[in-house]
């Protein structure tokens, strides 16, 4: 909101020192500047949940997995709750299960994929998996590096080292342990250098690439989202809306996947069932209560 109040005033965004994103945040906020509210980028980011939602519904029924898992993308207590205080994470994530919705249509699939780079550089790792798994490879690589450059062009045109510094580089480098769930807060607190963070950044993600992309992209960038985030230098809590949504999808078709190899009878279904659904609410408790007993 701060930076939108400059950006109406003719200034740049970085101007406020904590400022982190692309231009293009604050310019869509400039609404609540104009209206005096600050629940604009609320409801923006709110909804841009709800695409994240109806997006991640299509993926699921188009794996043919468990209607139980739209219910889950829709009321994701994390989500609602990251969201509705004014956080942007679902704006990556919603971009990034577009591409996959539309991932035979290589033109779009290019376009979301490039803005979603563009808002958060990270899903430039997903690029490679989206370019093996499309059909028409040129369209999809020119869509998605036409849209990124123009946009990253523009921004640094318009603030040429503020954006640099605080959209870019800022991210490369950043060391902060505080509210930190990476492995590396130690190393962060006591202030020490750790080039294994960069290596294992390198090999997770070629694994991940190589195992999974040839036969299954949802999967794919699943497990790049979730190593990108375990094995970055800063994890806070709203990176964990990063890969989310993607393991509900892959939770809930692993159970579908499974059930057409076990036997089809009511009773054989329902216990199934019922034993998937007490896996996922235990490890679900248990990585709440691991957040809460790390944050307390």
Not at 71 to 99: E, H, K, M, Q, Y
Not at 227 to 236: C, D, G, S
Request: charged content about 15%; some cysteine; aromatic content about 14%.
């Amino acid at each position: 909101r701060d930076a939108a109040e400059l950006v109406a005033a003719g200034r740049s965004p970085y101007d406020r020192k904590t400022y982190r994103y692309s231009p293009v945040f604050a310019w869509a906020l400039v609404p609540d500047v104009w209206l005096g509210t600050r629940n604009v980028g609320k409801v923006l980011f709110s909804l841009c949940d709800v695409a994240l939602g109806l997006a991640l519904e299509s993926v699921v029924k188009g794996r043919r997995a468990s209607s139980a898992g739209a219910f889950w993308l829709f009321w994701n207590p994390v989500a609602l709750n990251i969201c509705t205080r004014g956080s942007s994470d679902a704006v990556v994530a919603a971009l990034v299960a577009g591409a996959l919705v539309f991932v035979e249509k290589e033109a779009l699939c290019g376009v979301l994929l490039g803005l979603a780079a563009h808002v958060k550089i990270y899903p430039l790792l997903h690029v490679p998996a989206f370019f093996m798994s499309v059909r028409r490879k040129r369209v999809f690589a020119c869509a998605a590096g036409v849209t990124f450059a123009a946009l990253t062009g523009w921004a640094h045109r318009a603030f040429p080292e503020q954006y640099v510094e605080h959209a870019l580089s800022y991210h490369a480098f950043r060391a902060d342990h505080r509210h930190n769930f990476s492995p590396f807060w130690l190393p962060l607190f006591l202030d020490c250098t750790f080039p294994p963070a960069l290596l294992a950044h390198v090999v997770v993600q070629a694994s991940a690439l190589a195992y999974l992309a040839p036969t299954d992209l949802v999967r794919c960038v699943f497990a790049q989202t979730i190593l990108f985030v375990a094995f970055n230098k800063v994890a806070t809590a709203q990176y964990f809306l990063w890969w989310l949504p993607f393991a509900v999808v892959l939770v809930f078709s692993s159970s579908e996947e499974e059930g057409a190899e076990e036997s089809s009878s009511p009773p054989a279904e329902g216990k199934r069932r019922r034993r998937r659904t007490a896996g996922v609410l235990r490890a679900a408790a248990l990585w709440l209560t691991t957040l809460a007993a790390w944050l307390a």
